[in-house]
């Protein structure tokens, strides 16, 4: 381990020499990686000069103890104490900092929600979803974006889409991908049993245009008039955009603006997510486990995360977590849920396990 932080001591020097460079700094791509790479590379160095500093106290004390008595061999104990709980601490934090990083960490978020199983029920809860995770952005800083939604009669979403925006916001929301279960009691139900709803999220990393091209050969652009629930027409004009990504049979459609130039960039910002998390899962040699593995079919045995509203209860059921506040989790108070899902893929990755 130590031979390594030798060796990111010296990259960062290297690092810190190019950022200064005026030809990298008129480079965009090249030197978002290098702020990217400082920005992992800083925390690291830190632990292994702070860990290097109490190691030479530590040795300094040690040799001085043999030599010392009364209240100076009690305060160079505590010396020694006090080093040794430190370089024990800023262990376990380099072995938590070396752990392999997520190629997506620093990335934007785009979410999909839709209603799966349970009629209007489970579009009515894909908006209580959507609205989770707005809160959970502005509680944590993050600025969001909405991307395309397709509201029902009733005030639900059959789906929605938007990014999320901000430090963090792929580490904090990238486990949220699954079939999402709920328990309680529909707006339209008048005997007051409790039904059972489902719907699916879906993570994906934002792709920057520069770093993931698709030749505009490769895409089936359509056009058509927007339409609002039930079908009506809300625009007059073709402003709507659905384009087809030949080569993989991806289709993004976008509909919200009323600007066709809108839609279609929004569709393409879309169309360049979902290709690169197929890419990543093809290099990871999951081809479309991952994507599965997040939505399956829909189906609520396949949930990763119960709602119970009689329990006021949460459960992730990926970790066994269970928590009894499910009004604050869904006014975006996640972090609790968040932190564990957090905390079991550090102790998995500790111990050489893959992630679930």
């Known amino acids: 381990m130590f031979d390594r932080l030798s060796a990111f001591e ?10 200064s460079d005026p030809d990298v700094l008129g480079d965009q791509t090249l030197l978002r990686e290098l702020s990217m790479r400082h920005k992992e590379l800083v925390p690291v160095v830190a632990a292994s000069r702070a860990h290097r500093q109490a190691a030479a106290d530590l040795a300094t004390a040690r040799e001085m103890l043999p030599d010392l008595t009364g209240d100076d061999r009690d305060m160079v104990r505590a010396e020694i104490d006090g080093a040794e709980a430190a370089i024990g601490r800023l262990e376990e934090e380099l072995r938590l900092l070396l752990l392999p990083k997520d190629p997506n960490a620093g ?12 009629g209007e ?15 959970y952005a502005s509680r944590a800083g993050w600025k969001h974006e909405l991307l395309s939604s397709a509201p029902t009669e009733r005030g639900g979403l059959s789906e929605v889409t938007a990014v999320f925006k901000g430090d963090g916001a792929w580490l904090h929301l990238k486990h949220e991908g699954g079939v999402h279960r709920v328990q309680r009691v529909p707006v339209t139900e008048s005997q007051g049993r409790v039904h059972t709803s489902s719907a699916t999220v ?24 927007s339409s609002g629930p ?6 007059t004009t073709d402003s709507a955009v659905r384009i087809t990504h030949k080569p993989t049979g991806v289709v993004v459609s976008m509909q919200d603006e009323k600007s066709q130039i809108q839609n279609r960039a929004k569709a393409l910002q879309v169309l360049r997510s979902r290709l690169l998390a197929a890419e990543q899962e093809r290099q990871q040699a999951e081809l479309s486990g991952q994507r599965k593995a997040q939505v399956g079919g829909g189906g609520r045995s396949e949930k990763i995360r119960t709602y119970n509203f009689k329990e006021n209860r949460v459960s992730d059921h990926r970790i066994g977590f269970t928590a009894y506040n499910l009004d604050k989790v869904l006014a975006g108070e996640l972090d609790a849920v968040v932190d564990a899902l957090l905390q079991d893929e550090r102790a998995r990755q500790l111990e050489g396990e893959p992630e679930a």
């Open 10 to 19: 010296d990259e960062l020097e290297v690092v810190e020499a190019r950022l």
């Open 107 to 118: 990335r934007n978020v785009i979410i999909e929600i839709r209603g799966a199983e349970g």
């Open 121 to 135: 029920e489970a579009n009515l809860f894909a908006k209580d979803l959507y609205e989770m995770y707005v809160a």
């Open 202 to 225: 879906t993570v994906l990393p934002e792709a920057e245009e520069v770093e993931f091209h698709i030749d505009p050969n490769d895409l089936q652009v359509d056009v058509y008039r």
């Open 230 to 235: 039930g079908g009506q027409s809300v625009n």
